[in-house]
């Protein structure tokens, strides 16, 4: 079974980072791709950050680009997304999530596995 477990959300200030993970297990990740998406209350559910597992190709949102990085340690299963430069747009719950068919899809519907999500709030 898999499970996706977050952590590294906060409270931080416009400007500030944060370092999100996630610890992927379950199942060997090698052929999968693995994601982030965020949703702040009212609005549909965001694509932030996608990475494959093998060979690390690595995809982003547009709102993200250049802000935000998605990154994979093999060694400990986990997948990473470090947020520099902070907006208080940012502010979201953000959820890992994999899918084993696809190349960086980024809509929320092509993925079979989610986390629980970890709360992000940048302050002004």
């Known amino acids: 079974q898999v499970q996706l477990v977050e952590s590294g959300g906060g409270l931080v200030q416009t400007g500030g980072s944060l370092r999100l993970s996630c610890a992927a297990s379950g199942r060997t990740f090698s052929g999968y791709t693995m994601a982030w998406f965020r949703q702040a209350p009212g609005k549909e559910r965001e694509f932030v950050a996608a990475i494959r597992w093998s060979g690390g190709s690595t995809s982003y949102g547009d709102s993200v680009k250049g802000r935000f990085t998605i990154s994979r340690d093999n060694a400990k299963n986990t997948v990473h997304l470090q947020m520099n430069s902070l907006k208080s747009e940012d502010t979201a719950v953000y959820y890992c999530?994999?899918?084993?068919?696809?190349?960086?899809?980024?809509?929320?519907?092509?993925?079979?596995?989610w986390g629980q999500g970890t709360q992000v709030t940048v302050s002004s």
């Open positions: 999530a994999a899918v084993e068919r696809g190349w960086l899809p980024n809509t929320y519907n092509r993925y079979d596995y």
